[in-house]
């Protein structure tokens, strides 16, 4: 069980076998299992908590990211005071954390990414690679880098989804948005810029062979024909390349 999690719902130890018990509402629960989300089940046996349905408390979290990313949506009006935020997921058995939790047991170990997480931001697990699937658009996300959040990945690629609208707003989006915008015009900046060897010229990839490959768009040169072949995105800004063409030095 993550002591953060538990923090965060506004739990703590008792000190007594695994009880822990609320401090605003005062609820304990004991008898924890692996796969068990301190938030669900909070919200199981004390739904009118006042940190859960976001009454002012006292309560100070480790971080506002984490918070939000726990927390369970909050129901607003958009018509009048009769008419809540309301939508219907694609895949209502996924709508719980929990359930969404329990289909990581064959997730793959080198990616960064923690079933936790994933599942907090509406994910669940498909079973293939590293794909998973919104239980709320049916949007699914794969080829995740060391560096991708899912909070992030969901919001700029799937940015339409009610789910993330609900528990992120619509300035966390435009944020997203704002942040990759940059980022990809960094990225060109760069690109303009020719890539010339230096003095070692062995190929990044193995480290055997004189690099002596141009990837087409980007222009980067670091790889043998060998290593050029086995690859499908450069590994230096990792975007797929439509070509390989020889490069011939001096």
């Keep these: 069980m993550d002591k953060n999690m538990l923090a965060q719902s506004g739990m703590y130890y008792t000190g007594v ?32 908590c006042s940190l859960l349905r976001r009454r002012h408390t006292d309560n100070v979290p480790l971080d506002n990211e984490s918070l939000n990313r726990t927390l369970p949506p909050i129901s607003y009006d958009v018509c009048g005071s009769m008419a809540p935020h309301t939508f219907y997921p694609s895949y209502s058995e996924y709508a719980i954390v929990s359930k969404r939790l329990r289909t990581y047991g064959d997730w793959p170990k080198y990616t960064k990414q923690k079933p936790i997480e994933l599942s907090a ?42 789910f993330v609208k ?4 619509e300035v966390y ?22 890539v010339l060897p230096g003095d070692g010229r062995l190929c990044k990839i193995c ?17 043998c024909e060998n290593c050029a072949t086995s690859v499908t995105k450069c590994p230096i800004c990792r975007k797929e390349f439509s070509n390989v063409v020889r490069a011939y030095f001096p």
């Design 17 to 48: 076998e695994d009880k822990c018990k609320c401090h605003f509402c005062g609820v304990e629960i004991s008898r924890w299992e692996i796969l068990d989300c301190p938030i669900d089940e909070h919200k199981r046996f004390s739904p009118n």
């Design 121 to 162: 931001a509406g994910f669940f697990y498909t079973g293939v690679g590293d794909h998973v699937k919104c239980f709320s658009c049916r949007g699914t996300l794969k080829d995740w880098n060391d560096t991708d959040q899912p909070w992030e990945k969901h919001a700029l690629w799937l940015n339409n989804c009610n």
């Design 207 to 223: 480290y055997l062979e004189d690099y002596n490959t141009i990837f087409i768009p980007c222009g980067h040169i670091l790889a």
């Design 166 to 169: 609900v528990m992120k707003g």
């Design 173 to 194: 989006i435009e944020s997203i948005k704002l942040k990759y915008k940059k980022k990809q015009e960094e990225i060109q900046e760069q690109q303009q810029e020719p």
